[in-house]
């Protein structure tokens, strides 16, 4: 059981170019999250996904789109990558619905470099 | 969405009891709160949740307060693995989103 898994694990792009952070859950759950770390700071919410065919944003949403491309996966795609997008990118599933109680999963996070 | 108040760091002699304390003033009565920690940018582990009962798993212990406007995670023996960002969350209703803080580092000493 793999949990929630993220690929790539690392990436550098050039400013401009564009690039899909993959992630997948093997848990059945139906909710899905993507967030980001600074450095020295806690995790900021991007988008998230409560059920397969939704899509929401969050607190820092500018320069980022998102696909529910089922309900294993949710994929965070920059279209133009810029240097403040340079980041640690965390995906998040959890069990049940948004109004549950249920803990939220987390993968082991994209480090992303924009030069 | 309720804010939560964690110091920014601590320390704890290995074998003694971890006790980091978390303000959460501003929480709904039907909110719950979550503590999950982080090791060297890994990505977050949860660790234990609740509403206004006290709390136990396998990891540690969480101690809300009766007017549940603050918390207390206890880790009973710490280790040296226990070195980590520990974060107090309250989750947000309708969304399921975590709304993280700045977290308290926890350095276990030998």
């Known amino acids: 059981n793999a949990g929630v898994t993220q690929t790539p694990k690392f990436q550098v792009l050039k400013t401009g170019q564009s690039m899909t952070l993959q992630c997948a859950q093997d848990m059945n759950h139906n909710s899905m999250y993507w967030y980001r770390q600074d450095p020295g700071m806690g995790l900021r919410l991007i988008y998230y996904?409560?059920?397969?065919?939704?899509?929401d944003k969050g607190e820092v949403p500018n320069g980022y789109n998102v696909s529910r491309l089922n309900k294993r996966e949710f994929s965070l795609r920059l279209e133009s990558a810029a240097p403040s997008q340079t980041s640690v990118y965390f995906c998040a599933s959890i069990a049940g619905g948004v109004s549950g109680n249920q803990p939220q999963h987390f993968g082991d996070g994209t480090r992303l470099s924009i030069l | 969405d309720a804010k939560t108040t964690q110091p920014p760091s601590m320390d704890c002699a290995e074998g003694r009891a971890a006790n980091l304390p978390c303000n959460h003033s501003?929480?709904?009565?039907?909110?719950?709160v979550y503590w999950y920690r982080q090791i060297h940018s890994q990505g977050p582990q949860y660790i234990i949740h609740?509403?206004?009962n006290n709390e136990t798993n396998e990891m540690a212990s969480l101690i809300i307060t009766e007017d549940r406007k603050s918390s207390t995670l206890i880790l009973p023996h710490a280790t040296l693995r226990d070195t980590a960002v520990y974060y107090c969350?309250?989750?947000?209703?309708?969304?399921?989103?975590?709304?993280f803080g700045q977290g308290t580092t926890l350095q276990v000493k030998p």
């Open positions: 609740g509403l206004k």
């Open positions: 501003t929480i709904s009565g039907n909110e719950y």
């Open positions: 969350i309250v989750r947000s209703l309708g969304t399921g989103k975590l709304i």
């Open positions: 996904s409560a059920s397969e065919g939704t899509t």
